[in-house]
């Protein structure tokens, strides 16, 4: 796992060259937000360990197997040390109810862990502001850090090859497009996530991109 110091909040850790988790530093210690695919557990452990803190919560931007992937090997290891906070929608799916119309894109694998926190939009977790932003998922949400406008955005956007929306195909990225539920409602969670006017944007899949601005713009363009 290959570990970046983003900024003095936020470590980046890289799994497989192409997805990405994110520590975020806290008082109490760390939040992990996403856990890449399966088998990562003791790597995303030791890196938090390297970070100087234990892993107290782990919030999910949504229920796709590379984000979702190694929780259950999480809750194993951390127990009741840590909580766990999962998008509403998408945990009513892995919990096998039918939320919407049609087949669902994307890996959706077997998850025991119940959540312990339900997130919706406007929640907190510690510095971190929930944003809803669907489409990629039913459930998808970002997550803003208030402190310093860093913005967690998931797979709305990649930045593999570019900044792109995940509403559109892009060819040096096509598997984010090729998961993506309602195409319409993520370009518009786009929208929303620009309008914030994050001052960095980290995503799922690709490198951060500081004063993302101008390349989310062009992103929009492109896909709308
Ligand atoms: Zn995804």
Redesign the pocket.
């Known amino acids: 796992m290959k570990t970046t110091i983003v900024t003095p909040n936020l470590v980046q850790l890289n799994r497989l060259r192409f997805v990405n988790a994110y520590l975020v530093r806290e008082d109490d210690g760390l939040t992990l937000v996403d856990t890449t695919t399966s088998g990562a557990a003791d790597d995303l452990v030791a890196a938090a360990q390297q970070a100087g803190g234990a892993i107290r919560r782990i919030a999910l931007t949504?229920g796709?197997g590379?984000?979702i992937g190694s929780l259950d090997e999480l809750k194993a290891k951390l127990g009741d040390s840590v909580e766990v906070l999962v998008p509403e929608l998408d945990a009513r799916i892995h919990a096998g109810e039918k939320v919407v119309e049609g087949k669902l894109p994307?890996s959706w694998p077997t998850v025991r862990t119940t959540p312990d926190v339900l997130l919706a939009h406007g929640d907190r977790v510690g510095s971190l502001e929930v944003v809803a932003s669907p489409g990629?998922?039913p459930g998808h949400v970002a997550f803003l850090d208030t402190r310093d406008g860093t913005l967690i955005a998931?797979?709305v956007y990649t930045t593999l090859g570019g900044t792109a929306v995940s509403s559109h195909f892009y060819l040096r990225f096509p598997l984010?497009a090729m998961?993506t539920w309602d195409k319409a409602k993520d370009l518009e969670s786009a929208r929303t996530l620009r309008a914030l006017d994050p001052a960095l944007l980290v995503v799922?899949h690709g490198p951060a991109v500081p004063a993302p601005g101008a390349a989310m713009d062009t992103a929009i363009a492109r896909a709308s």
């Open positions: 949504h796709h590379d984000h994307g990629h998922t998931g797979d984010a998961a799922g």
